[in-house]
């Protein structure tokens, strides 16, 4: 009887695991991606990865996790998957800390070397001036707040250093809102054709990252572009939420989260509608919030959020 009831779990057991989606076995690998469980979170890529192969976002995160868990080569192996399906931020692979353990292989030329030829090709009509320009802020942006979130997300976070690096973060920021808002003032929003995919991201993230009298002057443009095929409706999500939030009213999209002092742990800050937030996500491109709350290190729980919604809006100051 024992033998015939362990027999009876094993095939249930066996059952489940084959009835997981893409989506499941990826929120699980990022899952474990966040809780630094590299090697676990490979395994779950792989699990994914056996059902398609086709998000270029999920297998350079793939990646990211493969060479952090000194899989070498399956991180060069779905990094270049990725390039194949679609991957083309030079900037960002170049000083994402997750790949530094890559970078003394010989592979990562050669993955580098398939980048850049493709790049080529693809942004053979590209402006190569402002292009090479946006590609330098981009790089300015994104280094100084991978140096803030190691040291923010440590486990005991030194407030100089957070101090010290925010304040080179803020004149960055200065620096590379002026050069942004001469091209958004001469040129428009210029849409990936002309940019590129980066360059037209690189446009957003400075917008994104600075005071609220610029985002509210730039986000009608944005909205246009948005429009015209020449922005991204998740990137214009974001930037609404963001407005919206400081504004004192409640973000549309749940895009945007704090970190509560007392407890130290993120939460999503207060949105309207939260029953429905799933549906305006897709919409725009976005994952649900039980995927998005996974990479902020957050247990996404509706009905939980909805209670404590009341508290926080008061937290934040927000007039529901």
Known sequence: MKKSIVFVLI????????????????????????????????????????????????????????SMAK???KAFKWLNISIDNGYENMSHIKIDNDLKPLYSEK???????????????????????LEKQLAEIYTEDQEIRGEFMNVYRASKPDKKKIDSIGKIMQRKDSINLIKVMKILDEKG??????????????????????????????LPMMREAVKNGNANPGNLAYLEDRVALREGRPQIYGSQAAKNKKTNKMYISPMIDPDNV????????????ADYAVKLNIDWNLEEYKKELPEIEKLENIKP
């Open 107 to 129: 592979e990562w030329n050669k993955t580098i070397d398939k980048l850049q030829k493709k790049l080529d090709v693809i942004g053979a009509n590209y402006d190569k001036v």
């Open 189 to 218: 929003w210029l849409g990936k054709s002309v940019v590129g995919s980066q360059g037209n991201q690189t446009l957003f993230l400075v917008i994104q990252h600075a005071d609220l009298e610029y985002q509210q002057k730039y």
């Open 71 to 73: 899989r070498n080569k």
């Open 278 to 289: 799933d549906k305006r996500r897709a919409e725009v491109g976005l994952g649900t919030m």
């Open 11 to 66: 095939v249930i057991n066996f059952g489940f695991l084959n009835a997981q989606t893409y989506k499941e076995w990826v929120h699980k690998a990022d899952s474990c991606y966040t809780a630094k469980n590299y090697g676990l979170s490979v395994s779950y890529y792989e699990k994914a990865f056996k059902i398609e192969q086709k998000d270029n976002r999920d297998l350079y995160n793939a990646g990211c996790s493969a």
